[in-house]
């Protein structure tokens, strides 16, 4: 997903947010360390002329590791701290976000092309951006160039990197030190320890764990296709299946799960894979380490995490969330909240009238009658609300229609053009509906 950003709108906002950065790598004078992020105290922070930025969290809750290795594996575009989530997309709207439980804002518009590596600790974000190390503060101030990088980890008052020389760190104490020599790709910790890979010459990648006492780095395994994180084991695609890698670094291996085609994006999550198979379209599958697998989402996406639950990607521009077991689908933007309790113990044969055979127009909205055992649920003493927030939603695609709750009516809004089936759930009860769009 390319982008070509003018340079003059770069120009301009470093003018005008940063007119005093210069990389840190090589800067003389000490930055000003972020206000209430002690364990951040060595990282380098924004520009020394710039007002301390408080952490949007308590103290308790900041992150001495900048991101797991969960996030880092599937696509370092996502890092979390004190229940929000900071993100970039590359959708309708390009940017770096921070998602809250209810709201979604923008932190920076359009200046990142195909951004990763994404780290937070205290009021402070790292990333990688066309091979440079960039920090913004998390109030979205404060943009400053650090050195480049291939990748980058913040962890336990230090930054470190992969560039053309090596491994390496970063401190305003010690400056950049030479950890490993070599040509490493991937860096993440877990259990504690530094991971790297680097090209096998057989077959995709090596995984190695390193230290940064000057020591060679020591190999776990060979030959990967790729590696992900549930943070409680890593997960290798080899070419004989995959296999574990627990805290004590051994392998044990699953041969009963295995890929033709390396997917597309992939997370791992309490003993399950979650990934895009490149054999149908990017399509969204869950599989487990038994080899058992099923479609979740029938639309191509372009990379995923996990987070609290739910099933976070990006879909044709559109950054999406869902159930685990492929629920309550979406968008990210209409907040975190995956509650899907029965407020006032709702239950009951779920109905909708309003909505029959006719196709719907794309960028259209048609009001429909909920009913629950054949009464409107306010003849039950539910409100509209509090039984919709009730329901549990199914559609197998909500980029073309969903239904929505807004003052105090219930509306199916489709979207653009195709077909969909619509369920919804009251208890054990539900009832499908087909929903066809046409252009407007």
Known sequence: MKRIIPLILVIIFCLTGCADSQPSATASASPSQTAGASSTAALPSATATAAPVEPDCPPEEINALGAEAAY?????????????????????????????????????DGLFDEASWLNVIGAQLYFVSGGTAYEIYTDSTGLKELFKAKALLAWEGKLYYIDADGLKSYDDADGSVLIAEGEFSQLFVQFGRLFVTSKNAQYGYDLLVCSDE??????????????????????????????????ELALTEHNNLSFDLVPAAAAAYDGNIYYCDRRDENSIYAADLEGNRQMLFG????????????????????????????????????GLDSDSGTPGGLSGVPALEGIGNEALTAGQSKEVTLLLDGKPPQEQGISLQQAFEGLQIVNTDNLIARLVYKE?????????????????EAGEESAEYLIRVVEG
């Open 72 to 108: 880092l594996l599937s696509g370092g575009r996502f890092a979390e701290q004190g229940g929000f989530m900071y993100y970039f997309s590359g959708g309708e709207q390009p940017g770096l976000y921070k998602q809250g439980q209810e709201e979604s804002l923008i932190l920076q």
């Open 214 to 247: 000057g020591n060679e780095p020591q190999t776990v395994l060979t030959g990967c296709a790729f590696l992900l994180s549930d943070g409680q084991l890593i997960y290798a695609e080899t070419s004989s299946g995959i296999y574990t890698i627990d805290s």
């Open 299 to 334: 639309r191509p996406a372009d990379f995923m995490w996990v987070y609290s639950g739910r099933l976070m990607y990006e879909s044709e521009g559109r950054i999406m969330t869902m159930t685990l077991d492929g629920k309550d689908n979406r968008l990210l933007s209409e």
């Open 408 to 424: 105090d009516k219930l509306f199916i809004e489709a979207l653009e053009e195709g077909s969909t089936v619509l369920r919804i």
